[in-house]
């Protein structure tokens, strides 16, 4: 999809990605979020002066942490921060990645996250699996989870990524599924026992975990790992 203020054709957006970290379960309004985007685009001449259409009044560039193909990528903001700026000295295709800082607003119903992204082919956004209880994407279709516990929504061609949390996500409770294997030994006059045990939680991390044994069993030491 070619930019509307890309008006010579010079470049293309493909895809972009947008990827939230760890603990977006929950969002308290003023404080800020890192999204990780990736944009796949084509240049077509040399020297192309890519112009990504975000809004500085919306993010924040983290400094130093700006890719293009894999090298330190230097960026600027258009005069009126109506842009992110970038020249691209060979045509072909190419890999740009940013770190942007976005701050959570509020609304009536609830915590908002909603800043401006340039128009892509295809556009997607992932999220850790335990978010999925508690985080909506607005204009969007919800996804599998992938084998790297990541959930992808699907955004419909929006120019704007619009996170949502409930209004209770401030205090969301934490909840979690288990999956427990045992290893019974039993040999005359003693019985051990063996377990593995792994959990997950959905609406935050979870700090401790509390696991019921039969009290005549006793914990050996020394053997607890985790």
Known sequence: VQDAGNKRGSWLLASARYELPTGVESAVPGKGIEVR??????TRQPDAAVALPLLHTEVLL??????????????????????LELAIATPGRHRLELALAAAVTSDARGPLLSIQIPPAAASSVLMPASAAATVTVEDATKGKVTAAER??????RTEK???????????????????????????PGS?????????????????QIVIDVDPRLHLLPGLTVG
Do not use: C
């Not at 985007?37 to 084509?42: G, P, R, S, V, Y």
């Not at 960026?75 to 921060?81: E, F, M, S, T, V």
């Not at 959930?151 to 419909?156: C, E, I, K, N, V």
């Open 191 to 207: 019985v051990t026992v063996e377990g593995r045990f792994r959990v997950r939680s959905f609406g935050g991390p979870a700090r």
């Open 37 to 42: 985007a990736t944009f796949d685009l084509e």
């Open 151 to 156: 959930l992808a929504w699907q955004l419909d």
């Open 161 to 187: 990524l619009r996170l949502r949390w409930p209004a209770h996500a401030e205090t969301a409770p934490i909840t979690s599924e288990a999956e427990q294997l045992l290893w019974w030994k039993i040999r």
């Open 62 to 83: 983290v400094e130093g942490q700006s890719r293009l193909d894999g090298e330190p990528a230097r960026l600027a903001w258009r005069g009126d921060g109506n842009a």
